[in-house]
Nanobody, 126 residues
Framework: VQLQASGGGLVQAGDSLRLSCAGS????????MGWFRQAPGKEREFVAA????????HYADSIKDRFTISRNNARSTVALQMSSLKSEDTAVYYC????????????????????WGQGTLVTVSS
């Protein structure tokens, strides 16, 4: 699966932003999807993930109740709606996919994801 992330930009603290990730293959709906981010000088970290059927999600504690992950299998896209952005949300955001044998799987660890997008930069100014 080739992934193309988009939607990053420069916003003010408190603003909202929507990231999108487009997949290239017909088996997009066989993949669980995740968003990760890497802030300057820090390691890449988990943000959110969604099962291949879209029914199950999981979020990092740091963004819970502010970010929402969703997917549209008909369009082979996954989105990350971010609200109440903070300066500490500044990072390069990556989408990733993992072939999932079961529809309910929500993977949260980076090493199980097989394909990664190129990243999109989100900068939140305070």
């Amino acid at each position: 699966v080739q992934l193309q992330a988009s939607g990053g930009g420069l916003v003010q603290a408190g603003d909202s932003l929507r990231l999108s990730c487009a997949g290239s293959r017909r088996d997009f709906n066989q993949n669980a999807m995740g968003w990760f981010r890497q802030a300057p000088g820090k390691e890449r970290e988990f943000v959110a993930a969604i099962s291949r059927n879209g029914y199950n999600t999981h979020y990092a504690d740091s963004i819970k109740d502010r970010f929402t992950i969703s997917r549209n299998n008909a369009r082979s896209t996954v989105a990350l709606q971010m609200s109440s952005l903070k300066s500490e949300d500044t990072a390069v955001y990556y989408c990733a996919s993992m072939y999932a044998r079961r529809p309910e799987i929500v993977p949260v660890t980076q090493d199980v994801y097989q394909h990664w997008g190129q990243g999109t930069l989100v900068t939140v100014s305070s």
